[in-house]
């Protein structure tokens, strides 16, 4: 694969490069790695979903419950007239 850079990108990534002890395309390897991984999404079962959403509700069940008018700009807002 070969891809053309700006002269000025190139050189910013070769300074990085050299900056970290290593070889520019390593360098933009790694860039591309990271950032395909940062955007890559999360595959998984339906079970899998649930299980996380369980685990990530737990102990909040003392929460109260709001009411629908609590979720309106109306009852958001109802103190600050």
Known sequence: MHIQLRPEVEAYLQEQAEAQGTSLEAYVQT??????MLVKPET??????????DALSE???????????ALTREGIYRDDD
């Not at 860039?31 to 395909?36: A, F, G, N, R, S």
């Not at 102990?59 to 008018?69: A, C, T, V, W």
């Open 59 to 69: 102990g909040l069940d003392h929460l109260p419950i709001l009411s629908s008018d």
């Open 31 to 36: 860039l591309i790695e990271q950032t395909v």
């Open 44 to 53: 998984g079962s339906e079970e899998e979903f649930e299980a996380a959403m």
